[in-house]
């Protein structure tokens, strides 16, 4: 298989401890992003890499996250105190694409991996 | 205000007949696309169809076709002959040009779920 990939599936918690999920992408993306869905809603993004560059972070990723892409193959996710309302799926994505400032491409396709589904109890 | 809207919760279809997904989009770049995504049960988002600002033409994939209206900023997704495994969450999403860092990123509506029945 080699589409996205994340571990765990799921995971389920108790409030303070601290988790860490996996994303390996598709082998030749150079885009890597993290998203997080709750019920009912959207995914919301916050954070891509491109190659082992953490190049933008949204608002909602709080100082209890952090994300890291250390050789721009896969990535982690980790969660340090973890609250209830962290309890959502968090679901990874990746791109090819064309790298700076000199192309910008708005029509490439990110493929998403099936997410960790966190529960938070 | 929301970038994407997607104002119907949920939608019913009997297999065989066409649906419609509708979708409004709210920007001020020139340049963004659209993509609409399903996500089944499993979770995984799967795409769909694309619709770039400057494209002339509705997109078309399969069964999936792209009701595109620039003025009016909104991009419907069109299913041709519902099947039952079409009955999933869809979302519609946008990805703009940021001028000021020029990274973009996807932005998702909220979904409509559509049940097709037999």
Sequence with gaps: DTGVSQDPRHKITKRGQNVTFRCDPISEHNRLYW???????????LTYFQNEAQLEKSRLLSDR???ERPKGSFSTLEI????????AMYLCA??????DYEILTVNTEAFFGQGTRLTVV | AQKITQTQPGMFVQEKEAVTLD????????????????QPSSGEMIFLIYQ????????TEGRYSLNFQKAR??????????QLGDSAMYFCAMREVRMNSGYSTLTFGKGTMLLVSP
């Design chain 1, 35 to 45: 998203y997080r869905q709750t019920l009912g809603q959207g995914p919301e993004f």
């Design chain 1, 65 to 67: 996250f952090s994300a």
């Design chain 1, 80 to 87: 340090q105190r973890t609250e209830q309302g962290d309890s």
């Design chain 1, 94 to 99: 990746s791109s090819l694409e064309g790298g």
């Design chain 2, 23 to 38: 979708c409004t989009y709210d920007t001020s770049d020139p340049s963004y696309g659209l993509f609409w995504y399903k």
């Design chain 2, 52 to 59: 770039g600002s400057y494209d002339q033409q509705n997109a």
């Design chain 2, 73 to 82: 900023k909104s991009a419907n997704l069109v299913i041709s002959a519902s």
